[in-house]
T-cell receptor, first 114, second 111 residues
Framework: DAGVTQSPTHLIKTRGQQVTLRCSPK?????VSWYQQALGQGPQFIFQ???????QRGNFPDRFSGHQFPNYSSELNVNALLLGDSALYLC?????????????FGEGSWLTVV | AQRVTQPEKLLSVFKGAPVELKCNYSYSGSPELFWYVQYSRQRLQLLLR??SRESIKGFTADLNKGETSFHLKKPFAQEEDSAMYYCALTNSGGSNYKLTFGKGTLLTVNP
């Protein structure tokens, strides 16, 4: 089991551009969450997807959007990139309905906006 | 609003010394508390959760609802414990966790 996998691992974008990050959850997991981790900060919750719908959302602008596919994989899209969007983006997966389940994190995608 | 505070950004101890990483939280409800660890060049991983009441790698943490704290402790630190530690909370009883993290404490265990 490869666990949670994310791509790309690193990327550089220019202000105003758009970016798409991808995530494959751990085998058997159906829920995907995305977090933003700025340098020197803890991860901050962006949103969570289950059954291809956004279930919860953190305090992030509409420029941040996502999608979940029938195979449970997910994408995070960020439009009109700002310098402040430079961060590590983490994907986490879990299995809904399983009490006490564990959330697993991917290694993250490093986004640099120049 | 829920918040997790880790007052120490950096903590340095010698091998064999006791270590305590502090975590305080604010939450209007009944939270579930976690400690996550990130070793150098590795992904974030769960260290322990308060509902399990386990001891993992010699670490323990007790939830003190009166003081709203969930400090992580280990009686004898090892060099391999050097890592970034994050305290996190979510609402208890839910399986769709939205985790709120603290800013983390970088623990260095010196030989």
């Amino acid at each position: 089991d490869a666990g949670v996998t994310q791509s790309p691992t690193h990327l550089i974008k220019t202000r105003g551009q758009q970016v798409t990050l991808r995530c494959s959850p751990k085998s058997g997991h159906d829920t995907v969450s995305w977090y933003q981790q700025a340098l020197g900060q803890g991860p901050q919750f962006i949103f969570q997807y289950y059954e291809e719908e956004e279930r919860q959302r953190g305090n992030f602008p509409d420029r941040f959007s996502g999608h979940q596919f029938p195979n449970y994989s997910s994408e995070l899209n960020v439009n009109a990139l700002l310098l402040g969007d430079s961060a590590l983006y983490l994907c986490a997966s879990s299995l809904v309905g399983l009490a006490g389940n564990t959330i697993y994190f991917g290694e993250g995608s490093w986004l640099t906006v120049v | 609003a829920q918040r997790v505070t880790q007052p120490e950004k950096l903590l340095s101890v010698f091998k064999g010394a006791p270590v305590e990483l502090k975590c305080n939280y604010s939450y209007s409800g009944s939270p579930e508390l976690f400690w996550y660890v990130q070793y150098s060049r590795q992904r974030l991983q769960l260290l322990l959760r308060h509902i399990s009441r386990e001891s993992i790698k010699g670490f323990t943490a007790d939830l003190n609802k009166g003081e709203t704290s969930f400090h992580l402790k280990k009686p004898f630190a090892q060099e391999e414990d050097s890592a970034m530690y994050y305290c996190a909370l979510t609402n208890s009883g839910g399986s769709n966790y939205k985790l709120t993290f603290g800013k983390g404490t970088l623990l260095t265990v010196n030989p």
